[in-house]
């Protein structure tokens, strides 16, 4: 499993924490999802490395892109 912590400047409410942690979680590979407000930080539990693109792609499509992707 890797984890991997996004930044996320788009984060501005509750919504958007609520928005990310759903389509997230239905990427093939993603086994947990957990999104902060404050700190605008996604981190991302996955079965492997190459699930990577497909998280980083889902973000950048839900409107909400990674500034260190
Ligand atoms: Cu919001």
């Known amino acids: 499993m890797t984890t991997k912590t996004y930044t996320v400047p788009n984060i501005s409410c509750g919504h958007c924490?609520?928005?990310?942690?759903r389509e997230l979680k239905d990427v093939?590979?993603?086994?947990?999802?957990?999104?902060n407000e404050q700190s605008k930080a996604v981190m991302v539990d996955v079965t492997s490395d190459s699930v990577l693109p497909a998280v980083t792609s889902m973000l950048a499509e839900?409107?909400?892109?990674?500034?260190?992707?």
């Open 28 to 35: 093939d590979g993603v086994q947990s999802v957990k999104a």
């Open 17 to 21: 924490v609520a928005t990310i942690e």
């Open 62 to 69: 839900i409107g909400y892109p990674a500034s260190n992707a």
